[in-house]
């Protein structure tokens, strides 16, 4: 797996999937198992859908 998401793009992903944990925990639901996927994506440096897509956001090719 090749890097594809940069450093902005993992910073974001990070307070994304973790203010979507909170809400989840906040509201008491499973959704809130959702904002995994972002910090997943966040900590792997890797986003299939980016990879499907054509995108890459990391400086490194």
């Known amino acids: 797996m090749q890097c594809n998401v ?3 793009d993992k910073r974001i992903r ?3 999937g973790v203010v979507i ?3 989840g925990a906040y509201y008491q639901s499973w959704w809130g198992l959702v904002g995994l996927l972002p910090l997943m994506t966040a900590i792997t440096g890797y986003c299939p859908p980016y990879k499907l897509l054509g995108i890459n956001t ?3 090719k």
């Open 6 to 8: 940069g450093q902005t």
């Open 58 to 60: 990391s400086k490194g």
């Open 14 to 16: 990070m307070v994304v």
């Open 21 to 23: 944990l909170a809400a």
